[in-house]
Structure formats: C-alpha cells, structure tokens
C-alpha cells in the first residue's frame, strides 16, 4: 500500500464549493476504487473504475464525481450537491492479475466548515 | 441488496485472551473474505484473507474460518497483545462493481494489560 498516495491528507471546505481529492498509484494496477468512511460505520463505496477512461457509481454516488484518464490516476471531485461531505475518504487499487486483494491509501480527511 | 453484519460492534479484552469477531454475508456469489485492521487516524492494513475454496487459514496469532453453507466468516485472535488494539473491519467481495469489496461497519477491539 506504499504505492499510493492521496493528497491533501487534510481538507476544509466551505458550503457551496466544489473539492478535488487526488489519488495516485505507481503499482500499475488496473482498478481503482474511492470509498468513503463515517464513525462508527464500514467503508462505503462511492465510485470504482476498472480501466482506464470507464469507471461506475458505487453505492453512494450522488455528489461526487470522478475521473480515469491516466491509469494511476483517479481524482475525486466533492460537488456542492453532496449534503453531508465531512468524512474519511479513502482511495485503493487492486493488483492486475485479477487478484482481489484491495491497497489502500493513507486517507484524506474532508472537513466542511 | 448485498450487505455484511459484523459482531460485536465493541469487544474488551484481557491480555492474552483470546478474540472472536463474526461476520455474515448476503451475496452467495462472494468468493473472496479479507480483515483489516484500522488503527485511529490510519489506512486500513489487510492482515488476513480467505477464499471460497478454503475453509480456514491461519498465519501466526491470526485465524480466519469460513462456512459457505452458512455464510459465515470469523476472525479469531490468540494471545491478544496491547498492540492488537483497533478497528477491525471484514469484507467481502461483491457480484458486481469489479473487484469492489463491501465492508462490515467494524469492531473495536480494546486489550488492556
């Protein structure tokens, strides 16, 4: 998991704005993933992609959007949409042999003031 | 809809006792099983996995079982340490979204000296 990095590890936003999340990953894996953690609750996934330029809503889409243009790339934008932002966001990929085992990153923390 | 349920939500134990955290799941095309382990403010670490094929595996102090029957998978830690002390989340993989896991919404293990 050393090879991805999410940046920033902090973030403050103001009601009303758009926020973008990076993720990278110089593993050269195929799929990368964003989910979204809330005390006291499982990690939720919110968008998946398994190839370059395609990705899928995952469970809980509405207010993010994403990107897949670089295979180590895959950006999260938190729109003013979503109505309750403030969380953990975590970024992973899995290995392209087909393995499941998921990598996380370290984590960016999305605070709305 | 596919759906993991983790217990207990909060488990306390003496040094050197031994923990159990069960999970069950919805999805019988589920084939994959791994546990994290989350420390407070840090990326979930996969420490254990499993799949479908197997019905236990251990390495070191940790155990996982599984009954496909039952849908059934359980973590069990031996000799717990202070250091053991976290989130503990359990995955499965999911039918659809790729290689995508949904979680359990995690058990905070304490172990006190």
């Known amino acids: 998991d050393g090879g991805i990095t999410q940046s920033p590890k902090y973030l403050f936003r103001k009601e009303g704005q758009n926020v973008t999340l990076s993720c990278e990953q110089n593993?050269?894996?195929?799929?990368m993933y964003w989910y979204r953690q809330d005390p006291g609750q499982g990690l939720r996934l919110i968008y998946y992609?398994?190839?370059?330029?395609?990705?899928q809503k995952g469970d809980i889409a509405e207010g993010y959007s994403v990107s897949r243009e670089k295979k180590e790339s895959f950006p999260l934008t938190v729109t003013s949409a979503q109505k309750n932002p403030t969380a953990f966001y975590l970024c992973?990929?899995?290995?392209?042999?087909?393995?499941?085992?998921?990598?996380f990153g370290p984590g960016t923390r999305l605070t709305v003031l | 809809g596919e759906n993991v349920e983790q217990h207990p939500s909060t488990l306390s134990v003496q040094e050197g006792d031994s923990a159990v955290i069960k999970c069950t799941y919805s999805?019988?095309?589920?084939?994959?099983f791994p546990w994290y382990k989350q420390e407070l403010g840090k990326r979930p670490q996969l420490i254990i996995d499993?799949?479908?094929?197997?019905g236990e595996k251990k390495d070191q102090r940790i155990a996982v079982t599984l009954n496909k029957t039952a849908k059934h998978f359980s973590l069990h830690i031996t000799e717990t340490q202070p250091e053991d002390s976290a989130v503990y989340f359990c995955?499965?993989?999911?039918?659809?979204?790729?290689?995508?896991?949904?979680f359990g919404k995690g058990t905070t293990l304490s172990v006190s000296s």
């Open positions: 992973a990929s899995t290995p392209t042999s087909g393995r499941d085992t998921q990598y």
């Open positions: 499993i799949r479908s094929n197997v």
């Open positions: 593993l050269n894996h195929d799929a």
């Open positions: 999805d019988s095309a589920s084939n994959y």
């Open positions: 995955a499965a993989s999911r039918r659809q979204a790729g290689t995508a896991l949904i």
């Open positions: 992609s398994q190839i370059v330029n395609d990705f």
